[in-house]
């Protein structure tokens, strides 16, 4: 039997179940075929390729005319190999004769069968890199291509995300004047501008601790935001600066309202802005 996933071994006994039934919902190419055929061993393989591309989008029951000679008989099969196809519980026709890759294409075409979308596939594509893999695969890349300074830049906002500030900030330096006021540049500059915010500032897991403990703990509140701006996480910033703009307007000269500000300046989603521009207003006026 293949090991392929579309592609099965069809008996008299599976017959109806696998093949007519399985028929109703997906094209199957019945591929009648014999150790002895020379032929047979050229079409099984592109058969099984072709199954494997397109997805499950149709599949190939295999019959071995010798072990399975009432099939041949029923259908009958004169010569090997042959081809027979189903669908929605119907024979659609018989195809003596190995045809070539393109040939089968055509056939595929004839019957509608379009290649099936690989779920898992798309699922791991669109999967989003953590921060951590997106500074390790940039560094690859700009191995790969170190006169590309956009890949650079890049690398700089990808090490804001992780925290090492420094090194975001040695590179945006040393970009080219065309990408130093590339407005990507400039929010990255504005986000270092937070991140000095957290020199000798606890880590996010002590300063939620301190919360959990006294949520008028302003300054916790504070650099807990900055910590989720660094970090990419603009709602839960937000959500700290709103708060704390709530709690206390007028602390550290208005530094709620400071924040907000800035960190609408920093962030790229509109409707996140908007949303919070309101809130801020509601709060002010």
Not at 43 to 72: H, R
Not at 111 to 117: M, R, Y
Not at 220 to 227: C, D, I, K, Q
Request: hydrophobic share 45%.
């Amino acid at each position: 039997m293949s090991a392929q996933p579309h592609v099965f071994d069809a008996t008299t006994d599976t017959f109806e179940a696998d093949v007519l039934q399985q028929s109703l919902q997906v094209p199957i190419i019945v591929d009648f075929w014999a150790t002895w055929c020379g032929p047979c061993k050229t079409l099984g393989p592109i058969l099984e390729k072709l199954a494997a591309e397109y997805n499950g989008a149709f599949k190939v029951a295999k019959v071995d005319v010798d072990q399975e000679q009432q099939l041949a008989a029923m259908f009958q099969v004169r010569s090997v190999p042959t081809m027979v196809v189903f669908k929605e519980g119907q024979v659609l026709g018989a195809i003596p004769g190995a045809l070539p890759e393109g040939e089968l294409r055509k056939v595929l075409e004839q019957i509608g069968v379009q290649p099936a979308a690989n779920e898992e596939a798309e699922q791991a594509e669109a999967a989003p890199l953590s921060p951590a893999e997106q500074v390790a695969a940039l560094r690859e890349a700009i191995a790969a291509e170190p006169d590309k300074d956009e890949l650079k830049l890049d690398l700089a906002l990808a090490l804001l995300s992780t925290g090492e500030a420094a090194e975001a900030e040695t590179l945006l330096d040393a970009l080219p004047a065309n990408l130093s006021t590339d407005e990507r540049a400039v929010k990255a500059r504005a986000r270092l501008g937070f991140a000095a915010q957290l020199k000798d500032a606890p880590a996010p897991q002590a300063l939620e601790a301190a919360l959990s403990q006294d949520e008028g703990d302003l300054r916790a509140r504070h650099l807990l935001g900055v910590h989720k701006l660094v970090a990419g996480d603009a709602e839960g910033a937000l959500e700290q600066f709103i708060e704390l703009l709530r709690r206390d307007r007028a602390w550290e000269d208005g530094l709620a309202k400071k924040s907000l500000i800035d960190a609408f300046r920093v962030i790229e989603d509109e409707d996140l802005v908007g949303r919070y521009r309101r809130k801020m207003s509601a709060l002010l006026f």
